[in-house]
């Protein structure tokens, strides 16, 4: 009698493989772990192969299952709590020092930067002088802007060298001509050619000064 159907089934072996049903899993959450799923991301990672060593290292730590008995928090000795202790403390305390080095900076540029605006003004400055020393600020609003000019720049610290009658200092004071002085026991600042500036500690400009000298 002929056979019908196939006959691996007559044979006793079972149903083809490749013929068997296939089941996509497509839940948005994952039963075990309970965490959400992104399969545009699952499917981008891998058409894109490996990717970069810091993702395939994730990944390996996420798929390794430590059990409890071998964990870090019930595996270590008291010597190793303690190495891990000072660790910790090395990196707080590096942590506060990358800190301080920070605000450090920050305050350093930002002084550069109001000195920097300072220099520039400078030369605004000179002839604000210059236009007081031949009385066309005497009075009138050009003499009020002016004086806004100079209050402001004050708040920022600046502070003019201009002073007569002190004794000469080479850090503040450029001495242009020194003439004798009859009534000078030590170099003496007796003019003021052109204003020096500082601010704070910091000289902007030496004062360009006439100095009188003991005789």
């Known amino acids: 009698m002929p056979h019908h159907g196939n006959e691996a089934e007559h044979a006793g072996e079972g149903p083809d493989e490749s013929q068997k ?5 497509n839940r948005k959450v994952d039963p075990k772990t309970g965490q959400a799923r ?13 990717g970069d060593a810091l993702s395939q290292a994730e990944d390996i730590l996420n798929s390794v299952d430590v059990p409890a008995a071998d964990s870090v928090a019930q595996g270590v000795n008291a010597g190793e709590a303690e190495e891990l202790k000072n660790d910790l403390r090395r990196l707080q305390a590096e942590y ?4 301080k080095r920070v605000e450090r900076d920050r305050a350093v540029a930002g002084e550069m930067a109001v ?13 604000v002088d210059a236009a007081r ?7 009138g609003p050009f003499a009020a802007i002016a004086a806004k000019l100079e209050n402001a720049l004050k708040t920022y610290g600046l502070v003019r060298i201009d002073e007569t009658g002190v004794e000469f200092d080479p850090t ?6 020194q003439q004798p002085g009859a009534d000078v026991e030590t170099d003496t600042v007796s003019q003021v050619l052109r204003s020096g500036y500082k601010s704070g500690d910091r000289v902007l400009r030496a004062a360009q000064v006439i100095v009188s000298v003991p005789a």
Do not use: F, W
């Open 172 to 177: 503040i004071h450029e001495a242009l001509i």
């Open 21 to 25: 049903p296939v089941v996509h899993d």
């Open 96 to 99: 506060v020092n990358y800190r």
């Open 115 to 127: 000195i920097g605006v300072l220099n520039s003004l400078l030369p605004v400055l000179d002839d």
């Open 38 to 50: 992104h399969p545009d991301q699952e499917q981008a990672a891998a058409e894109s192969g490996s």
């Open 133 to 139: 020393q031949h009385g066309d600020l005497a009075d």
